[in-house]
């Protein structure tokens, strides 16, 4: 177990990595619980997905969901996949958008390789969602890749 040593004023405590992370976690979640806004600004949007996601070693799709005011209902994670891929079926999007009433949505997932490029199967099956997300009057805001770094479809001109 890691120990650190925090500031507290003047002195300095011993602490648990683990607790410092949970805390810093809870911290970013208050930026992202039910009713905010969710930030217009994709790096703090990254920050938490970052966070969220952590250091699994398996993919995470899920979905941001929104009103028409940007404001957070809900944070899901849809699919769970493997080291390397994530299956994610619009039929089950579709169904939580509309569950939650979202009016706009982010997408996004993680690379556990560590690189955030979007694959070929991450292009079709953003446009294949953003189509089909259209029909039932539902914005895709952006698409976001957590790695190393966080790629942004939208950023990148790709939606």
Same mark, same amino acid.
């Given at each position: 177990m890691t120990m650190l040593y925090v500031r507290e004023g003047t002195e300095f405590h011993e602490a648990k990595a683990d607790d410092i992370l949970d805390r810093a976690h809870a911290l970013i979640a208050q930026r992202y619980r039910t009713g905010s806004p969710v930030p217009s600004d994709p790096a703090r949007t990254?920050?938490?997905?970052?966070?969220? %996601?952590? *250091?699994? #070693?398996?993919?995470?799709? +899920?979905? /941001?969901h929104l009103?028409?005011?940007?404001? %957070?209902? *809900?944070? #899901?994670?849809?699919?769970? +996949?493997? /080291?390397?891929?994530?299956?994610?079926?619009?039929?089950e999007v579709l169904k939580a958008v509309i569950a939650h009433g979202s009016a706009r949505v982010v997408l996004f997932h993680n690379h556990p390789s560590g690189?955030?490029?979007?694959?070929?199967?991450?292009?079709?099956?953003?446009?294949?969602?953003?189509?089909?997300?259209?029909l039932i009057d539902v914005t895709v805001l952006d698409?976001?890749?957590?790695?190393?770094?966080?790629?942004?479809?939208a950023s990148s001109g790709r939606l």
């Open positions: 990254a920050e938490y997905l970052r966070l969220h %996601l952590g *250091a699994k #070693d398996y993919e995470v799709f +899920g979905i /941001l009103t028409n005011q940007n404001r %957070l209902i *809900a944070v #899901d994670d849809l699919f769970r +996949g493997t /080291l390397d891929g994530a299956s994610v079926h619009p039929r690189n955030s490029e979007p694959s070929e199967a991450d292009i079709r099956v953003t446009h294949k969602l953003t189509e089909a997300l259209k698409h976001l890749i957590v790695g190393e770094r966080v790629y942004s479809f």
